[in-house]
């Protein structure tokens, strides 16, 4: 995916830095970064890729109110964070709005066995992962719980990329079979 488009390239010029911030830089520098940012706060993809369109468009807009008290790209996940909780108050609101109707509808929806079912896999699961080789479901963890990418996970321990990406691959692989079973 393109982390930066044309038209984020034309709003930077038409934008002009009053700070001396070269925004364009920014956002090529750390757009994939920033996107991994909101994606493990927001699940929806295009959700997450408007809200990274809309931090890009947020920053330029008040990029004159940039102080530099921060790094620039502090700023801009500052934003970003703002955003994602902009969206959730949204989305609460909205649900808030849901009728009473509709509430009733969905809980005579509700299949006790699904519940059980769930609550099998999620045991399953948490079994699974407890059997993975330790530096393995390391990588995981830090995947799942921090903020970071494959190749921060390569740099933290010291090791290839690729080695990250297969003993991932292996243990999502290890852990869809085992939730299967």
């Given at each position: 995916m393109e982390t930066?488009?044309?038209?984020?390239?034309?709003l930077c010029q038409?934008?002009?830095p009053i700070n001396n911030v070269d925004w364009e830089q920014i956002f090529r520098q750390h757009g994939k970064r920033l996107h991994n940012f909101i994606r493990k706060r927001v699940s929806n993809r295009e959700d997450v890729e408007d809200l990274q369109q809309m931090t890009y468009l947020?920053?330029?807009?008040?990029?004159?109110?940039?102080?530099?008290a921060s790094r620039p790209e502090t700023w801009?996940?500052?934003?970003?964070?703002?955003?994602v909780r902009n969206?959730?108050?949204?989305?609460?609101?909205?649900?808030?709005?849901?009728?009473?109707?509709i509430l009733e509808f969905?809980?005579?929806?509700?299949?006790?066995?699904?519940?059980?079912?769930?609550?099998?896999?999620?045991?399953?699961?948490?079994?699974?992962?407890?059997?993975?080789?330790?530096?393995?479901?390391?990588?995981?963890?830090?995947?799942?719980?921090?903020?970071?990418?494959?190749q921060d996970i390569a740099n933290m321990l010291n090791i290839p990329i690729g080695t990250v990406r297969s003993r991932l691959s292996r243990a999502r692989h290890f852990l869809r079979q085992a939730v299967d079973a």
């Open positions: 930066t488009t044309l038209k984020q390239i034309e038409i934008y002009t947020e920053v330029l807009k008040n990029s004159e109110k940039f102080a530099g801009v996940f500052g934003i970003a964070l703002n955003l969206h959730f108050k949204q989305a609460r609101i909205r649900a808030n709005e849901v009728g009473d109707e969905l809980s005579n929806d509700i299949d006790p066995s699904r519940i059980v079912e769930c609550d099998y896999s999620l045991v399953r699961a948490v079994a699974a992962t407890a059997q993975l080789p330790e530096e393995t479901r390391k990588m995981l963890l830090m995947l799942i719980d921090s903020d970071v990418s494959y």
